[in-house]
């Protein structure tokens, strides 16, 4: 039984050795020339697919009884070409089993044909993405892994080397197309900015335009022809070299940027490869580097060689030599797909009765090819369900014309292999995205800071030492009357607006500030200069308001005196006839010997009484608790906050790297600013406007406890011009100029602390050094010495001694009328008849000139005394007359409070 069989299996061996094997045809498409654009990979592929045929054929344990043949044309990667030759694969027997493709476009258009006719198509050379549409082209699959295995690679280097910017160059063709839709895709999810820029064959505009948008990393993505032109169009633009970065397919052959003499480009070799150093390349891994021998035997290496050897040249020129493996590894998948089927299919069906409608043939062969599976020597071959290869990525540069391997990035696991072999011109590292924008915060000047700095210490150790200073002579009374608590205040005040020139001239030249301390500079600033001033100028307007409300206080006093008084007298009569005869002047020197007596009185007891010190301090307060609100409210509602303003770009003169410079204006900002500053600007200025006009109307008071209220006075007014002038100025004209800024606040603070300051202290200590402490008394008991009398007063002196003439002259004057008169009565007197009527009238009459003159007489001499008294007493003449104004505005003018 045993031999029987043994027989029979041996005969049947002899039998299918001896018969003619049946051939399986098969057609292909080999772009063997590129003509306008494309691939020319036919030139390696085709051979390594001949080669693969002859393999397979040689093989008793792949399709036994069956050999491959193949019928093949150049497509020259042009699509119309390819539809033809199609025509003719169908057209023109034997019928074709499969079709093997190259080159993408014309893939695309023989894949989207195919299944009408029943056919699996497989690419060895198609990178387009659009063909892993399953809808779109049913029966392709391909050993070529599509372009899109690149991207992730692209954006992983990107982000290795930072870049966070880069533009996409490429050629209208759907393979580059889709490539770059994915690649953007990519790019955006990592959060890099992306720019595409598209041309058709001349890639001359497409480069200006890369050039105006400053672009300096570039993705291209077109075929070697194109490649070249661009790169001699990034020659003649510039765009190449140190600033730049191109990423360039990676399956161009080794030396593509060499120009060929039929392409007429006008860039020399040299040219061109100047341009192309250090250029990257990023491609699929298309030979197995490992020793495992693939299916046909040969490991990766074994292939190149013996195909190496079928060129016997130099191979680094070859077209498609690269893909050359995927193309000899195509044939294994689709001889392995045959043999597949052959088993696979029902007994009564054979594989070489195949015809364009056998769809039993065709769903078996799909299914086959779908589940091959083997080690080729591109390395594992294998297609997932849209019949994409999957592979690893191989990333390049060229270095000194040679590409150099940098490393090789996994898509599935996202790992990145680098070899630290890259290099850049210059050896400075990668360079930027596109010109480095440095922001420069514009800062104070040293040369403004440090002065300022300087200015201000010294003024705050001035107030320091002033303070001392004054504590030691407490007890003298030109500093016991001048209201010492209220002048610390000051003091306070002027040291705190000193030290918030420390901040406001922050970030300086050498002194930076960190963002997340801007918002506290911001508020501290404002407030230590806001109370610095609420101190200063409260303290001395406290001191014009107290004097001012005294001196009301004490007209109002006067004139509801004087009105009961005059209610009461006969003298009505008499002061309209003085002032109809010696007019308005006369009229206020009209006070009784009783009136005068009480003005005196009252001068002792209000202007000279000790003011409580809490008076002071609660003007103080009050003015300090407008501002604590004002604050609080604003930091609360509206906190200030760091904001920048941007100014134009500039190149900087010594900067080698590609860098410009934007000047920055760091700046406090509130959302609702203009609200803040103009509540409390609105409030200060109405400070000032009110401290000024009270200064001017007691510029003349003088209370004993309150001997600086002049000094004061002139103080207020230095500082309510120089605040009025500064801040329009600050604000309004020399706004985004850092130094000028600056300088002008500063020199304000300065002035107003300094001179503020000076006025107030300067002669209390004049006076304490030159005056001993024994003399104070006789000095200060009057305010001033007989001696020393100002220029007002002077003037006021001199007024009214003229004046006491004039009165004097018109009083003798009178006196000589009525003595005419009475000589005239009595010569009269001596004529009449009747004479008893006569000495009676005469009587009469006597008496009545004798009343007039008595009355005149004292006015006169009554008036024109006051002031010299006063004078001599060492007042201030007049000094209580001025004060014109009244709160309730019952009596606006001294010359009415003493009518
Ligand atoms: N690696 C060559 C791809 C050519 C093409 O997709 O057209």
């Known amino acids: 039984m045993f031999v029987r069989s043994s027989w029979l299996l041996l005969w049947g ?54 050999v491959l043949n193949m019928t093949n044309h150049n497509s020259q990667c042009q699509p119309g070409l390819a539809m033809q ?103 955006r999810k990592k959060g890099i900015k992306v720019d595409r820029q598209s041309f058709y064959g001349d890639p001359t505009d497409a480069m200006k335009t890369l050039q105006r948008q400053d672009a300096r990393i570039i993705v291209g993505l077109f075929y070697v022809t194109e490649a070249r032109k661009v790169l001699c169009q990034a020659y003649h633009h510039g765009l190449y070299g140190r600033r730049y970065v191109w990423f360039f397919i990676g399956w161009y052959a080794d030396t593509w940027y060499i120009p060929p003499p039929e392409e007429h480009l006008n860039c020399t070799a040299e040219q061109m490869t100047e341009a192309a150093e250090y250029h990257f390349t990023t491609e699929s891994v298309m030979l197995s580097r490992d020793n495992i021998p693939a299916i046909s035997e040969m490991t990766g290496m074994q292939f190149q060689q013996r195909l190496t050897q079928y060129f016997q040249k130099d191979t680094a020129n070859v077209g498609g030599f690269p893909e050359a493996p995927l193309a000899y590894d195509a044939v294994w998948a689709l001889a392995l797909a045959f043999n597949c089927t ?61 590409y150099k391997i940098m490393g090789y990035y996994d898509t599935t696991s996202g790992d990145l ?42 003024g705050i150790a001035a107030c320091v030492f002033i303070y001392l200073f004054t504590q030691k002579h407490h007890e003298r009374l030109i500093i016991f009357q001048s209201q010492p608590e209220c002048n610390n205040i000051l003091l ?62 004490e007209n109002q006093q006067l004139a509801s005196r004087q009105k009961d008084e005059e209610e009461n007298t006969p003298w009505e009569g008499i002061r309209t006839l003085i002032s109809t005869m010696v007019g308005r002047q006369a009229l206020m020197r009209k006070s009784s010997g009783q009136a005068y007596g009480a003005l005196l009185e009252k001068r002792n007891t209000v202007l000279n009484q000790p003011i409580s010190s809490s008076k002071f301090y609660v003007i103080v307060a009050a003015l300090t608790a407008v501002d604590v609100f004002v604050c609080f409210v604003w930091v609360l509602i509206d906190p200030l906050h760091l904001t920048e303003q941007k100014f134009p770009l500039f190149t900087p003169a010594d900067s080698e790297e590609d860098e410009m410079i934007m000047p920055v204006l760091q700046q406090c900002q509130s959302n609702q600013q203009e609200v803040w500053i103009g509540i409390i600007m609105g409030f200060k200025c109405l400070l000032l406007v009110f401290g000024t006009f009270l200064s001017y109307e007691t510029r003349n008071l003088k209370l004993r406890f309150i001997n600086d209220s002049r000094f004061v006075g002139l103080a ?45 202290y300067g002669p209390k200590i004049r006076h304490i050094i030159k005056v001993p402490p024994s003399a104070d008394e006789i000095q200060l008991n009057g305010n001033v010495g007989p001696g020393v009398m100002s220029k007002v007063d002077q003037k006021r002196y001199d007024m009214l001694k003229k004046e006491n003439e004039t009165l004097q002259i018109q009083i003798e004057e009178k006196e000589r009328k009525i003595h005419e008169c009475k000589e005239r009565l009595e010569e009269l007197t001596k004529n009449s008849e009747t004479e008893d009527m006569n000495a009676q009238l005469l009587c009469e009459n006597d008496k009545q000139i004798a009343d007039e003159n008595l009355t005149y ?43």
Request: proline content about 5%; overall charge neutral; some cysteine.
């Open 13 to 66: 061996t002899i039998v299918w050795a001896s018969a003619e094997p049946v051939t399986l045809h098969i057609g292909g498409t080999f772009p063997m020339e590129s003509g306008s654009g494309g691939w020319a990979g036919g030139e390696a592929c085709l051979p390594a697919v001949e080669m693969a045929l002859k393999d397979v054929n040689s093989r008793l344990d792949i399709l036994p009884g069956y």
């Open 85 to 187: 030759q199609l025509y003719d694969f169908l057209y023109k027997p034997p019928t074709k089993l499969m079709l093997l493709t190259g080159c993408s476009p014309v893939t695309t258009v023989i894949a989207e044909a195919a299944p009408v006719w029943k056919l699996v198509v497989l690419s060895y050379g198609g990178s387009s993405p659009a063909l892993s549409n399953r809808n779109r082209f049913p029966t392709l699959f391909r050993t070529h892994p599509s372009a899109n295995m690149q991207n992730p690679t692209r954006i992983h280097i990107m982000e290795k080397f930072k870049w966070k910017r880069f533009t996409i160059l490429m050629s209208v063709e759907e393979v580059f197309v889709t490539t770059a839709k994915d690649l953007e895709a990519i790019a």
């Open 342 to 402: 052959r088993n696979n299919l029902p007994s009564h069906i054979r594989l070489e009765n195949f015809t364009y409608d056998n769809k039993v043939i065709a769903d078996t062969l799909f299914q086959c090819v779908k589940n091959t599976s083997f080690r080729g020597v591109s390395g594992k071959v294998m297609f997932s369900d849209s019949g994409d290869r999957i592979a690893r990525t191989q990333i390049e540069q060229m270095q000194g014309g040679k």
């Open 417 to 458: 292999e680098w070899y630290n072999k890259e290099q850049w011109l210059n050896g400075k590292g990668p360079p930027p995205d596109s010109t480095v924008i440095k922001k420069h915060a514009m800062t104070v000047s040293n040369e403004f800071y440090y002065p300022t700095i300087l200015f201000a210490v010294l």
């Open 492 to 553: 306070i005040g002027c040291s705190l607006c000193l030290f918030s020139l420390f901040l406001i001239g922050l970030p300086s030249d050498d002194i930076s500030i960190s963002e997340s301390l801007f918002p506290l500079l911001c508020h501290a600033r404002v407030t230590i200069l806001l109370f610095g001033f609420t101190f200063a100028y409260g303290s001395m307007f406290a001191k014009v308001w107290i004097v001012h409300r005294m001196g009301a206080t």
């Open 716 to 760: 207020i007014y230095n500082v309510a011009v120089m605040t009025l002038v500064t801040a329009p100025v600050v604000t309004l004209l020399i706004h985004g100029k850092v130094d000028a800024n600056f300088a002008f606040i500063s020199l304000t603070v300065l002035i107003c602390t300094y001179i503020s300051v000076g006025l107030i």
């Open 857 to 899: 007489s004292t006015a006169t001499t009554l008036t024109t005394t006051i002031p010299l008294i006063d004078l001599q007493n060492g007042n201030h003449p007049g000094q209580i007359y001025e004060n014109d104004n009244d709160d309730d505005g019952s009596s606006t003018s001294s010359d009415e409070i003493l009518l």
